[in-house]
């Protein structure tokens, strides 16, 4: 059985060898993608390194500033610029498409800007050009352009009923075509993933990224070992080449292009998100509903400054030993941060309702489920970029706690304004120091999509292992 | 005329052809629809914001005449809402209007810092983006029109009947050309259609720039038909056909623009514009620790048109110190402004030049330019809304600067932003590119059917 099987592929492999099909296009790919790596790698280590300056230009001026009042500093506040994942020039996600630059002050809480580049992305129509989507969108055509024909050419040809008088199973076919097929996307891949080790052995590589390389490149294998058997079963079960190829170029169009582009369009029209304007608005609705920080007769920040008389047992806050201003400055920040952090929470569960669909959708598109494990695994993923904000948030609202605590404490209520706190106070304060999520901590994430391209695996073999004898 | 009513018939006959039509107009209605749904969000979007502008004015006019003291706070906190407002068509042509905030609020704080705002909206979803009628006439249409037609002479040859009629005619060629022309008639019959319901469905009106997409869409169209018939002039095989046809379109909808973006992106810098939000928070916030006065008198110097105020700040602080401050910190990044605008310009237009290569790139570029979404109608709002803050300026300053009350009439007159959109027109460059890539596959053919004679 097995031998049999290793005699088919032998033999496809020899027949592909000398086809002009992957003469052309195998060496075409090849060049294509190592070219898109190699680009990309390098723009990738060019944006690492400008972004580490900004960083650090960022901190160096935070540590050279004057004396300041600590309100002032917070203003003032600090930027942050994110290192985008070692991986992005495999897969670049949502990398393209966000800012990378933060700057985090008192009250408010702004959004990531800056994109990598100015260009637009809107005329890449069919997926932004890159390892991966070489990988995902453009192999299998490749695969369905050398093997539409692999077993419906065989019947029409008549050799499919000569090897089965020989004793050989449509079964073994099968398995034989699929096995010589998924060794040509080996190769491919083997070379791409040769020449992107040696761009990542450029530089200092952490055991964590070698991990998701390797989940990469597994995800890529099975991924094409999916599209073999399609491609092989729909051959088996056309009439004509013509039939096959169109059958599976019609499959590709659809679960490729054109269902994850309707299942996002469904899914923003199911569950809008405001946009930015509006966001801001209910988000500043929300604030003043707990009260007005500025109006001395706003009954929340009444309340709030009884509380705190009492606790130091006093009757002015004059009184105080620490400085009214920055304790309800304090209260303000914690008032706006938690307000802005449930407001964000609410955009950010729409967005999951809207992937929540997505998802029902992607059961049916392999490439979708694909598409998405591997942004997991090249830590490119929209999820990744959101665990930084809210690390920059969390960050943030600590950063001008500690101003604030500054402001309560080293400041005298009188007078206020014309004091300020020694530079080096300020320098004292941590930057940010973000960790990313390892793999193991998104293994969520990772097992529903992955269980699913399993299945779609196991069908697969199942319907391959059942195919009967018609020839 | 008995042939046309033959070549329909046979065309009614075929189910592929009937499912394939049904298909696509059926896409094309529900792009229509959802597109028109997404537009009249941004409108009621734009509604509450400017329901929740009028009401916060409000809040302040009840206190009206406020003091040039209070009028200054008021501006402090006070958010102006600014919209890249949509065209009709942008229903049905997206462009690159997910990329950018085009409905944000400014003060009359540093510009820059506000306007980097991104959009909200679904990370996840950015790198697959969305369905619009746009993908589906650029993208889908040519793979619909090979559908139609790149196997005609295989599937009649491979029918037989080719044999039969090639000997009843004298030339097999115009057969084949009269059979491709009343596919590419049906087509444009349906897409002609699809424009219609838009104009039904939508905003669209039938007026000048309909004409201009209809032209572009059916020169779009009838240029990949050329495309097919170069293809089937060569006279392979019905595998060959759709082998190199699946080629052509990935080299010119998904490698052609993939390679213009690159080369784009290799001719920046990444994160050279930072320094726009950078700089100028380094200069605002310096100013606090300069002597106020000093810088205050360097700014009337500057603008000469607030100098008859009263030249001594007040202490211990002072709003019209304070918005100088704010406008200085724009006026010193003025040149990164700049440069970011030439990027993005540069960018863009290389794009452009780039699309000569590709019918795909060039019809969407000139979609995106005449539905009013592209680059450079993003880049004329950032301008437009820097005009609008400095027309506030210019109205808030007279009250701060000459210690004018600000009445409840003045709230009236606070300066509205209106977006003009630039005007469109590149219209016929677009013809003429598709034209000459027309032209050139006719010339194949030409040569293609001389040597196939030969």
């Not at chain 1, 002015?316 to 400085?323: A, C, G, I, K, T």
């Not at chain 2, 060959?240 to 992106?265: E, H, K």
């Not at chain 2, 209106?418 to 590149?426: A, G, K, L, M, T």
């Amino acid at each position: 059985m097995m031998q049999t099987i290793i005699e088919i592929a032998r033999h496809e492999l020899i027949t592909q060898w000398r086809s002009q099909t992957l003469k052309i296009l195998l060496p075409l790919l090849l060049v294509l993608t190592s070219l898109i790596a190699f680009s990309h790698w390098q723009q990738q280590q060019d944006f690492i390194e400008a972004q580490t300056l900004w960083q650090q230009q960022n901190d160096a001026n935070w540590d050279a500033q004057p004396d300041r009042h600590p309100h002032r500093a917070a203003h003032y506040g600090t930027m942050v610029f994110r290192i985008i994942s070692p991986l992005s020039f495999i897969d670049s996600g949502v990398n393209p498409f966000v800012g990378n630059a933060l700057f985090l002050e008192a009250h408010r809480q702004n959004s990531s800007s800056f994109k990598q580049y100015v260009s637009s992305t809107a005329y890449m129509g069919l997926g932004y050009l890159s390892g991966a989507t070489v990988i995902l969108v453009i192999w299998p055509l490749v695969l369905i352009a050398l093997a539409f024909n692999s077993v419906s050419g065989e019947r029409v040809q008549g050799t499919l009923r000569q090897l089965v008088s020989q004793g050989i199973s449509v079964k073994q076919l099968l398995f034989g075509k699929t096995l010589a097929f998924s060794l040509i996307s080996l190769v491919f891949l083997l070379v791409i993933f040769v020449i992107a080790t040696g761009f990542m052995l450029q530089t200092p590589v952490h055991g964590g990224d070698v991990l998701r390389m390797g989940a990469m490149f597994v995800l890529y294998l099975f991924y094409c070992l999916l599209w073999t058997f399609t491609v092989v079963l729909f051959s088996n079960w056309c009439r004509t080449n013509q039939q096959s190829l169109s059958a599976l170029l019609l499959f590709w169009l659809l679960t490729v292009i054109v269902m994850p582009k309707m299942a996002y369009s469904l899914a923003d029209m199911q569950y809008p998100m405001p946009d930015r304007a509006v966001f801001d608005i209910q988000t500043a609705q929300e604030i003043a509903k707990v009260g007005n920080s500025h109006d001395p007769d706003d009954p929340y920040y009444n309340e709030f400054r009884e509380q705190v008389l009492a606790e130091y047992g006093v009757s002015r806050v004059e009184d105080l030993p620490v400085n009214w201003r920055g304790v309800l400055m304090q209260e303000g920040e914690r008032i706006t941060s938690e307000v802005f952090g449930k407001q964000y929470e609410k955009l950010m569960q729409l967005a999951e309702q809207q992937n929540q669909l997505v998802s029902q959708v992607a059961w049916f598109s392999p490439y979708l489920l694909a598409n998405k494990l591997s942004s997991i695994f090249a830590a490119t993923n929209a999820d990744s970029f959101l665990h930084y904000e809210n690390a920059a948030e969390q960050f943030r609202f600590n950063f001008i706690k500690q101003l604030n605590q500054m402001h309560a404490e080293q400041i005298d209520h009188a007078h206020d304004r014309e004091q300020k706190v020694s530079n080096e106070h300020l320098a004292n304060l941590q930057q940010f120091d973000y960790q990313s999520p390892t793999l193991q901590a998104e293994l969520n994430l990772i097992y529903p999509p992955l269980l699913i391209l399993l299945g779609w695996l196991i069908i697969g073999v199942l319907l391959l292992s059942r195919s009967r004898n018609e020839v | 005329m008995r042939f046309i009513q033959f070549e329909l018939r046979l065309l009614w006959q075929n189910k592929l052809f009937k499912w394939l039509i049904a298909a696509y107009l059926l896409a094309a209605f529900l792009a229509i629809i959802w597109g028109q749904m997404g537009l009249q969000r941004e409108y009621q979007q734009r509604a509450i914001s400017e329901a929740n502008y009028q009401a916060e004015l409000a809040d302040y006019k009840k206190d009206a005449p406020l003091a040039p003291y209070d009028s200054g706070y008021m501006s402090y906190y006070q958010f102006h809402p600014v919209w890249q407002k949509p065209s009709a068509w942008s229903a049905l042509i997206n462009g690159e209007r997910s990329e950018a905030a085009t409905h944000t609020r400014v003060r009359l704080l540093g510009l820059q810092s506000q306007l980097s705002n991104t959009a909200t909206g679904n990370i996840a979803a950015m790198p697959i983006g969305k369905l619009d009628l746009s993908f589906i006439w650029i993208y889908l249409m040519p793979l619909l029109i090979a559908a139609l037609s790149l196997n005609l002479l295989a599937e009649e040859k491979a029918s037989g009947r080719w044999s039969l009629l090639a000997s009843q005619v004298a030339n097999s060629g115009l057969l084949l050309t009269k059979k491709m022309l009343i596919a590419a008639g049906l087509l444009a019959m349906v897409n002609v259609l699809i424009l219609l319901a838009a104009v039904v469905l939508t905003d669209i009106r039938l007026d000048g720039l309909w004409w201009q997409i209809a032209a572009i869409l059916l020169a779009y169209q009838l240029c990949w038909f050329v495309i097919t018939g170069w293809i089937i002039s060569l006279q392979r095989s019905a595998i060959f056909n759709s082998l190199l046809f699946i080629s052509l379109w990935i080299v010119f909808a998904f490698v052609l623009p993939g390679l213009a973006y690159l080369y784009q992106t290799q001719q920046q810098q990444p994160a050279e514009h930072v320094s726009m939000v950078f700089d100028q928070r380094e200069y605002m916030h310096d100013s606090w620790d300069r002597d106020k006065q000093a810088d205050f008198d360097v700014y009337l110097q500057d603008y000469p048109q607030w100098q008859t105020t009263e030249s001594i700040l007040q202490k211990p602080f002072d709003w019209r110190w304070y918005y100088a401050m704010q406008h200085m910190s724009d006026v010193i990044v003025a040149d990164a402004v700049n440069q970011f605008r030439d990027s993005r310009i540069h960018s863009h237009r290389f794009g452009e030049n780039f699309a000569w290569l590709s019918p795909v790139m060039r019809v969407q570029y000139s979609m995106n330019r005449l539905a009013d979404t592209d680059m450079l109608a993003s880049q004329s709002f950032l301008d437009q809304v820097a005009d609008y803050q400095q027309q506030l300026r210019d109205y808030f300053f007279q009250f701060y600067f000459f210690d004018k009350p600000f009445t409840a009439a003045d709230f009236t007159k606070i300066p509205v932003f209106d977006y003009r959109p630039i005007v469109p027109n590149n219209a016929l460059i677009t013809l003429i590119n598709l034209v000459i890539v027309g032209l050139f596959f006719i010339g194949l053919i030409l040569l293609q059917t001389r040597r196939n004679r030969g």
